[in-house]
């Protein structure tokens, strides 16, 4: 796939505007990795129509980038010029994310020669990077770029009544249905250093959380109507900040063991990182179990405090009534009791 948010018009020097290092890889080297990042990330991201508008802002040597607005907003108000700086803005931290994106996905191609006679380095012996050095090129580029995505997610839900198409996209549909919708949630929850990549690391588990656990304890229709409600509206305000907390902290606890672990062809690894570079080792300590143990306990907390609040109001939350009943437990600890009963605990 040919990129199309980076063209040959506009050529190499527009590469450096988005990478502030010296760049000498020229835009025909890098191009299939441009492409891959815009077919991998940016479009599931955005969505075919507003990759498209993006498109259209693009200067080719044919259009001027000042007679494009996103005139497929349907909703959005305010003067061409307003829609046309937006327009600019989100089409540069877009690329911004891409070229970070693409000198990961191509890093380790775009050092080598390829010839009939084999494979060999670009750079003489003694000019070659350390291979930890190499690695933390990549994690930089990895990290950065995705970094990026979350500014881009930021500035379209700050303006998205300007993105209708946003709302088409892959992404937006995925996390409509979900507390916890992006990183900076999680992490004003849980630190995780901002770091889009633990984000994406733990949707699984905060997506396992809400599907099951706390389907189980609030019931499908109180969901929806938590999911639709406000965020300033006092009748949900505290009710969502316990359910998502509840949400992040026990999917830390179903997810933490994950994080280091790299599922590949050969098998499950353990991924550590030193000063010379990556390290593949199993890390098991006791301090883990701890965290486990702290997340699940505070997760529950959280999930408590919610209901007792819920039951003090119970004549404003009837869905939640009608799943769990008249008189539902507060505490969630699991407790047996094996009077006239045979139990059995995985």
């Not at 450096?16 to 290092?21: G, T």
């Not at 129509?49 to 259209?56: R, T």
């Amino acid at each position: 796939m040919k990129p199309k948010l980076f063209n040959t018009y506009l050529g190499d020097d527009d590469l450096r505007n988005y990478l502030p290092v010296n760049i000498n890889t020229s835009f025909e080297t890098l191009s299939p990795y441009l492409g891959l990042a815009e077919q991998n990330f940016i479009i599931p991201l955005l969505g075919e129509k507003l990759y498209n508008k993006l498109v259209d802002c693009v200067a080719v040597d044919d259009i001027d980038i000042s007679d494009i607005t996103d005139s497929g907003s349907g909703s959005a108000s305010g003067s061409g010029a307003s829609e046309t700086t937006l327009m600019d803005n989100l089409l540069m931290e877009v690329k911004f994310a891409e070229m970070h994106l693409a000198y990961w996905k191509g890093y380790p191609v775009l050092s080598i020669n390829f010839s009939d006679a084999g494979a060999s380095t670009k750079a003489s012996e003694g000019q070659r990077l350390f291979r930890y050095q190499e690695q933390k090129a990549e994690q930089y580029f990895k990290e950065e770029g995705f970094n990026k995505i979350d500014t881009v997610l930021s500035f379209l839900y700050a303006n998205i009544e300007k993105f209708d198409y946003f709302k088409e996209s892959e992404f937006y549909k995925e996390v409509e249905d979900s507390f916890i919708k992006n990183t900076k949630t999680f992490n004003s929850i849980y630190h995780i250093n901002n770091s889009r990549l633990v984000f994406l690391k733990m949707q699984y588990f905060t997506k396992r959380v809400e599907d099951i656990d706390l389907h189980s304890i609030l019931g499908e229709e109180f969901i929806k109507e938590l999911l639709k409600a406000q965020e300033t509206d006092e009748k949900y305000k505290y009710i969502l900040k316990n359910v998502r907390s509840y949400v992040v902290y026990m999917s830390i606890a179903y997810g933490i063991r994950e994080l280091k672990k790299q599922p590949t062809e050969k098998g499950l690894i353990f991924e550590t990182q030193s000063a010379d570079g990556f390290q593949e080792q199993q890390v098991m300590t006791e301090e883990l179990k701890q965290t486990i143990d702290y997340s699940r306990e505070t997760a529950l907390r959280y999930m408590e405090a919610a209901i007792n609040h819920i039951k003090k109001h119970k004549a404003d939350y009837p869905a939640f009534f009608e799943h769990a009943g008249e008189d539902p437990a507060t505490e969630l600890n699991y407790r047996r009791d094996n009077t006239n009963k045979k139990t059995f605990w995985l």
